[in-house]
């Protein structure tokens, strides 16, 4: 049976791959080489899946939404990630990596944040664990995500503002790279998506997995079954969409669509659709579609949404697209902002920008009734409250 799954030399098809720097090498080499036999063991599951539960607060619910299942015409289920301590889906894989770096021996914590989701969770797992921890974040994320470069410094963690490229995500991650080159030995790198060299793609996913371990037995409980007609997510890296399906990779019962940025549209200069419009390149370590130009610059990246502003998506995303296993739709900003406003008018919860891209899918789908959909609403809306507000006049609220 074909699989969707990484193979031995870290592929997911012809994506993925570990290509770093020498100087790095070893210590690549070093966590692939234990990394599965300690996430495997009894010690590490222990504390991971208590700490997930007492901590975190998991399992996130499965939410029905009624009203957004009838506008939609289908049976809508939101996983609620957003209910998480820390308010996102990145504290599962935050958790999990800082145990893993604790027992490689590891003295000090490296992380890259886009809209501050890992940043705030990598602080929080470092102040738990009593490690120091350095955050590198653009300088244009640091000042649409205000709040959560606070949340960082009151945690204890060292906030970097990056002034490089276009001061975003991957301006970030180049320059916590390039800390981690000076610090091999003693520096874990948290890595906060399925991106970077293998093992950090099939390492992530498989951390943000408990979401799709969850969704099969809440699925089970409220309907009888334990899969879904479709199963959603928005992409930006692809942790939370990779956790949404990965149980689900190779059951071909279950449609999987998901939402990238595409800024101000996908054929402008101003997007960050690097599924639909994106071509093979290396980039942070990996074999994956990025925006680049003839010889291979990279196009800078946009979208409203700091989350999902970088220009390449991780090699098991790159792999779904290739291979048709999921459709993958390019979301504008107008369309997230409206499809943010509609959930909170009709539900009651206001969700990231990143997640609405998720959300902004559904106009575009054509369900049958009994259709059971599960959409992961990736994290809660507190830190856009400031781009919500100053476009609130562009919702049509009519149409909600
Ligand atoms: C709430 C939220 N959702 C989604 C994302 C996108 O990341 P990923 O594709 O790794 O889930 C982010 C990234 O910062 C985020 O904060």
Redesign the pocket.
Known sequence: MKTYKVDEDGFYGSFGGTYVPEILYKTVEDLKNKYEDIIESEDFLNEYYQLLRDYVGRPSPLYFAKRMSEKYGCQLYLKR?DLNHT????INNAIGQILLARKMGKKRIIAE??????GVATATVCALMNMPCRVYMGALDVERQHVNVERMKMLGAEVFPVESGNMTLKDATNEAIRDWCCHPADTFYII???VGPHPYPEMVARLQSVISQEIMFQLKEKTGRDYPDYLM?????????AGTIYHYLDDKRVKIVLGEAGGMGMYTDKTAASLNIGTVGILHGSRIKVMQTEDGQIIEPYSIS???DYPGTGPMHCNLFDTGRAKVLAITDKEALQSAFELTRLEGIIP?L??SHALALLPKMKFQKDDVVVLTV??RGDKDLGTYLSHKNEIDYEAI
């Open positions: 990630e308010g996102a889906h990145k944040t886009g809209a501050g989701q890992h906060g998506s399925t997510a928005c992409v930006g890296g692809g942790s939370n969409a700091a989350g999902l990231a990143e997640s990736s994290g």
